[in-house]
């Protein structure tokens, strides 16, 4: 079955350092990832994408990710934590086959503490 | 300009109830969805339509029943209202482009309350 791993509930982190929010999957073929950030009573907003080319994504707010085929992650990073980073981070899988449907992770909620 | 619009924000009712949200959506975009939250917030896809065509029907009770009446809009009525219905439903939208990693673009969402 295809599926979207996000293997921590949530990630604290000091404001200034540097932060990630893991992501695995596990669907056939080479998907299309993506990652949105949800901030309280909001809907979903788009931060970043892996089409193809450079493993290495860069983002909105700073914010950029790895493609890893090999271990089949794409982890979200970004060097300088802000306070208002702070929201629920969900990473999504779309398989480049099997039409439009797009598996969402569990969401990580993600604490920068001042 | 709001992209992707719901209304109601908020709609509060008694189980049994049928009830309706809609989904307003001004990018142009060919395909558009609901999403369900649930209170620990994970989402899951109920529908998409494509060109006003239904494309994905997730296991979702018929009671949930989506409504395309033109590519702009998508609609989402639900009979007989249960307590476990009660949550945040989104919709998005997207250019719809099934080779492409289209981004979707999601309205602020309708926080359903079944009492």
């Known amino acids: 079955a295809q599926s979207v791993a996000q293997p921590e509930d949530q990630v604290n982190v000091a404001e200034g350092n540097p932060l990630t929010v893991k992501c695995t999957y596990s669907?056939?073929?080479?998907?299309?990832l993506f990652w949105y950030v949800q901030y309280p009573n909001r809907g979903l907003q788009f931060l970043l994408k892996?089409?193809?080319?450079?493993?290495l994504v860069k983002g909105s707010y700073g914010f950029e990710a790895e493609f890893n085929k090999s271990q089949t992650s794409f982890h979200l990073k970004k060097p300088s934590a802000l306070v208002s980073d702070s929201a629920l981070y969900f990473c999504?899988?779309?398989?480049?086959?099997?039409?439009?449907?797009?598996?969402f992770g569990a969401g990580t909620r993600l604490f920068v503490k001042a | 300009d709001t992209a992707v619009s719901q209304t109601p924000k908020y709609l509060v009712t008694q189980m049994g109830n049928d009830k309706s949200i809609k989904c307003e959506q001004n990018?142009?975009?060919?395909?558009m969805y609901w999403y369900k939250q649930d209170s620990k917030k994970f989402l899951k896809i109920m529908f998409s339509y494509n060109n006003k065509e239904l494309i994905i029907n997730e296991t979702v009770p018929n009671r949930f029943s989506p409504k395309s009446p033109d590519k702009a809009h998508l609609n989402l009525h639900i009979n007989s209202l249960e307590l476990g219905d009660s949550a945040v439903y989104f919709c998005?939208?997207?250019?719809?482009?099934?080779?492409?990693?289209?981004?979707?673009?999601f309205g602020p969402g309708t926080r359903l309350t079944v009492l």
């Open positions: 998005a939208s997207s250019q719809g482009s099934p080779t492409s990693g289209d981004t979707q673009y």
């Open positions: 892996y089409i193809t080319g450079d493993n």
């Open positions: 999504a899988v779309r398989p480049h086959t099997g039409g439009f449907k797009t598996i």
């Open positions: 669907v056939s073929g080479n998907p299309y």
């Open positions: 990018l142009g975009h060919d395909t």
